[in-house]
């Protein structure tokens, strides 16, 4: 039993079913917020962020990334939109805007590493995806330049 709010205890059994129920909403969502969980279930967020966190891998079939649960099916097909994009971009690209329009939450040398690991050609400098075909353009418009 835990204490919810003073005066309100929640039982293990309530949590266990909570996270059934929202274990079910993501396998035919992708994605939901713990905020938008404490809100449907009138309890506090934290204790929501608690009980999610320790039935992760178990009841839970999500990844927690900062205060968003995804199902791995979800952060694979944005990961695919995300390589789709950088694939087509032709000149350096923030990445921060462009995560965030697929709503990855991924921030940091986590994302430079997920973005690294989807094998388009490329590099990252400043927060910035410097994609291999620009950085190839400019170095032959460069030597070009100075042979003449």
Known sequence: LRFSTPGEVVSEVYLDRL???VDEVLQATGSTT????ATDYDLPVEIVRET???????ILRAELHLSTLFTSAHVQTMLAELRGTLAGVTRPTA?????????????GSE??????????PGSIRGGQFWPEAFVKTQRQAVDA????
């Open 52 to 58: 999610l966190a320790s039935r992760l891998g178990t």
């Open 111 to 120: 994302l430079d590493n997920q973005v690294m690991s989807l094998g388009v």
């Open 34 to 37: 713990i905020g938008s969980i």
């Open 145 to 148: 330049h100075f042979s003449t």
């Open 95 to 107: 990445l921060g805007p462009l995560v965030q329009e697929i709503g990855l939450t991924l921030q």
């Open 19 to 21: 996270c059934r129920e």
